[in-house]
Structures are given as C-alpha cells and as structure tokens.
C-alpha cells in the first residue's frame, strides 16, 4: 500500500485560474506535510510546509490540512504557466526520519 | 547564504563501476539525507545522518553506503554499479531532520551504462 499517494494528472488549468491539488496519506502519526515544486530535469523546491489542521497561506498558495480525513492539499490561486510543473507531496513516517513522496501531480497551466 | 551544493552534476559510469557524490548543506543544518528519483516517481529515502550519525536508511542494497564528516557535509557511495542504479541522486539538508522542512540541492545525474 502506498503511504502517500497523488493523482498523476496532468491537471490542466488556464491561466489565472485556481489550480486544485491533492495529496492523501496512509499514516496517521505523521506530524508534518511539505509541498515540493520540481521542473521537468531540476530537483524539488519546497512551496508549502504545514503541521496543525486547517489553511496556511503564503502569497499565491494556499496549503490546507485534515488530519481526520488523512488529506493535504496545494491551492494556486491565479495559476500562471510558470507554475506548470510537477508536484510532489512529501511526509515523514512517523518514528522515523524518513520521508515519503508521492509520485507528484503534473500541473500544466495554459495560457 | 549558500544552498545545498552537490557534485558532480553528471556522471557517466559502466556497470561494475564505482561512484562517489558529494554535498554540502546549508550553513547551520546539521542533518543529510540522501534520495534517488528515477523518472516518473517521487524521490525514495536512501540515507539520513545527523551530526555524523545514521539514522536512517532505506530500502536500498548494501551496495550504497554513506558517511557525513564533522563539518556536515555528507558523501554517498554506490559500488558495483547496476543499470538500474541510473537516477537523479538528490541530497537534502535540514536543521533536525526530524519534521522539519528537507532543503534539495540540484542532484547528480548518475547515468550507468
């Protein structure tokens, strides 16, 4: 059973609108939550990171986090296709140092 | 202040090769961990260390060891090389480790022919 999981996509939205990705989780010890933006041939960028249930806000993106239902998701508002890339969610398994990614949304973004 | 700074940024090697990648983290990060992202997938959790100590290792052959040397940065190697051992290896620096948010560096892009 994957631990994180993440629909493939692509995911295509036009430009300026609000762009909806989604992240699920199978263990419910895990603490914190990252959102990583990587370029097609470039490593992983972190966006978002969040830890307590409900939205955290940063500019254009909003992370939102329940614990409950065992989901986190990355909202982009005003999608720009600059933010055309791939994804990834990422969490530590708890007890333990390491992290588990999901296989990343590929979000394209048209103008 | 500086990223995490990896080397070399490609590499080409021939099967029973051996490799060796290197990373710096970010000044004031104690912590290293290493992944490796084939196409398509999410990065898999080779190795972390903290302040010279492993504390975590994954799923990968003991063909992979690494080490972290008192000023933090961190060396992964990778011995009798498969063609399946052809990846983007990452390395990531983080102030714990523990919870705390995993900064990447660009990657070696190891190909093994």
């Known amino acids: 059973q994957k631990e994180v999981e993440q629909n493939s996509g692509p995911l295509s939205v036009p430009e300026g609108a609000i762009a909806s990705l989604n992240c699920t989780y199978s263990d419910r010890g895990s603490q914190s939550f990252f959102w990583y933006r990587q370029y097609s041939g470039k490593s992983p960028e972190l966006i978002m990171f969040i830890y307590s249930n409900g939205d955290k806000e940063d500019g254009r993106f909003t992370a939102q986090l329940n614990k409950a239902s065992q989901y986190v998701s990355l909202l982009i508002r005003d999608s720009q296709p600059s933010d055309s890339a791939t994804y990834l969610c990422a969490a530590p398994f708890s007890g333990t140092y390491k992290y588990i990614f999901g296989t990343g949304t590929r979000l394209k973004v048209l103008a | 202040d500086a990223g995490v700074t990896q080397s070399p940024t490609h590499l080409i090697k021939t099967r029973g090769q051996q490799v060796t990648l290197r990373c710096s983290p970010i000044?004031?990060?104690?912590?290293v961990s290493w992944y490796q992202q084939v196409l398509g997938q999410g990065p898999q959790f080779i190795f972390q260390y903290y302040e010279k100590e492993e504390r975590g290792r994954g799923n990968f052959p003991d063909r992979f060891s690494a080490r972290q040397f008192p000023n933090y940065s961190s060396e992964l190697n990778v011995n009798a090389l498969l063609l399946g051992d052809s990846a983007l290896y990452l390395c990531?620096?983080?102030?714990?480790?523990?919870?705390?948010?995993?900064?990447f560096g660009n990657g070696t892009r190891l190909t093994v022919t």
């Open positions: 000044s004031g990060h104690k912590s």
């Open positions: 990531a620096s983080s102030l714990t480790g523990f919870y705390s948010p995993l900064h």
